[in-house]
């Protein structure tokens, strides 16, 4: 009898540790899971800002370049106006 209690506790034991060992590993790994997605959402959230501050460069570029086509329509309409005054000075 004290042989089968004494296999018994040992196979018993045998059990535990194996479980508590897939334990461990799916701790490990669940640390793991969450420090990559804790660099993932940091590497996001700096994606994010900027990818913003490009949309804010590239907006502001496009509006000099509209500034720059405004101000060559007003050359050539002042060009115009002084060839027309010219002509008719002559």
Not at 23 to 52: D, G, I, M, P, Y
């Amino acid at each position: 009898r004290k042989e089968t209690v004494a296999q018994v506790s040992a196979l018993a034991d045998a059990m535990t540790d194996s479980v508590n060992h897939g334990v461990v590993e799916v701790f490990e790994n669940q640390k793991q899971v969450e420090s990559s997605a804790r660099a993932l959402n940091e590497t996001a959230t700096a994606f994010r800002e900027r990818s913003s501050e490009w949309a804010t460069s590239l907006e502001a570029f496009d509006k000099e370049l509209r500034d720059i086509g405004d101000f060559e329509n007003w050359v050539k309409a002042m060009e115009h106006d002084l060839a027309t005054l010219a002509a008719a000075l002559e």
